[in-house]
């Protein structure tokens, strides 16, 4: 049974990170590839976190700031 909850929570990370990955490009625009491989080795909780706070982005910068606040 864990073996299958991991498959499934990492199903549901590839799918929350798709969605923010076309959300981020239609808000501020492309993405650094730098940022994007960040944005890729977020837990699903922060997937989640950044979905949310994405919607008040209006540059990269404010993804960066948001990111390095993951950071620390």
């Known amino acids: 049974m864990q073996i299958v909850t991991s498959w ?3 199903g549901i990370q590839q799918r929350e990170l798709k969605i ?21 080795g977020l837990s699903l909780t ?6 949310e706070a994405l919607l008040d982005f209006s540059t990269e910068a404010d993804l960066i700031a948001w990111l390095q606040q993951q950071q620390s």
């Open 20 to 40: 923010i990955e076309r959300q981020l490009t239609r808000r501020i625009g492309a993405i650094a590839p730098e940022l994007q491989e960040q944005v890729r």
């Open 8 to 10: 499934m929570e990492e």
């Open 46 to 51: 922060q997937l989640e976190d950044l979905a």
